[in-house]
């Protein structure tokens, strides 16, 4: 069964402080990997990680693929309180099926303390 | 830009009503889906579109019933609410299924009584 799980699934840190944020997956057909911002309402994209493209920069985010581990982190320098959010992972997948084409995983909820 | 589109943002209905969510894009994407959002389960795909007037389950169907008759608009129709029903709903579209990039709607929050 395919799946994406994501850790840890909350976290309070403070201003200023470097998080990373995991994410595995067992995805059948994998295609690539997705992050998603999630704050009061619709999910934004962040990132999306495929083999031509292991490693995104945005700013004071980034992100990595490890094929080999089956697996992505997110990254977050000089945390801000505008960084609280659920952080959403998704693999992409290379058919539909139940899944359509991406799995979520159930999210990382972070909280940045002033 | 409006984007995606679903209306409404908030309704509350009784055990046994019926009632459509609304979603409408304007990017010309042929894939839609309909994905609910529950405490600790994260994003569930209810039912999905490839394109004008093809559909498919996602992995929580029951209760819900999808049509695509134009690239547009995707409604989802609740056939016979139940509380278990009581959820965030988002609307979600991309270019087409082998284009994982998906854009959301603003969400439905929805309350079954």
């Known amino acids: 069964e395919d799946k994406v799980v994501q850790s840890p699934l909350s976290l309070v840190v403070h201003e200023g402080d470097t998080v990373t944020l995991n994410c595995s997956y067992e995805v059948t057909n994998f295609r690539s990997l997705l992050w998603y911002k999630q704050e009061k309402k619709a999910p934004t994209f962040l990132f999306m990680l495929t083999s031509s493209g292991i490693e995104k920069k945005s700013g004071r985010l980034s992100s990595i693929l490890d094929k080999k581990e089956l697996s992505s982190i997110l990254n977050i320098t000089a945390t801000q309180t505008g960084d609280s959010a659920i952080y959403l992972c998704?693999?992409?997948?290379?058919?539909?099926?139940?899944?359509?084409?991406?799995?979520f995983g159930k999210g990382t909820k972070l909280s940045v303390k002033p | 830009n409006a984007g995606v589109t679903q209306t409404p943002k908030f309704q509350v209905l009784k055990t046994g009503q019926s009632m459509t969510l609304q979603c409408a894009q304007d990017?010309?994407?042929?894939?839609m889906s309909w994905y609910r959002q529950d405490p600790g389960m994260g994003l569930r795909l209810i039912h999905y579109?490839?394109?004008?007037?093809?559909?498919d389950q996602g992995e929580v169907p029951n209760g819900y019933n999808v049509s695509r008759s134009t690239t547009e608009d995707f409604p989802l129709r609740l056939l016979s609410a139940a509380p278990s029903q009581t959820s965030v709903y988002f609307c979600?579209?991309?270019?087409?299924?082998?284009?994982?990039?998906?854009?959301f709607g603003s969400g439905t929050q929805l309350s079954v009584l």
């Open positions: 579109s490839v394109g004008a007037g093809i559909t």
């Open positions: 998704a693999g992409g997948l290379n058919y539909g099926g139940s899944q359509g084409n991406l799995i």
């Open positions: 979600a579209s991309s270019y087409g299924l082998t284009n994982e990039k998906l854009f």
């Open positions: 990017m010309n994407h042929e894939y």
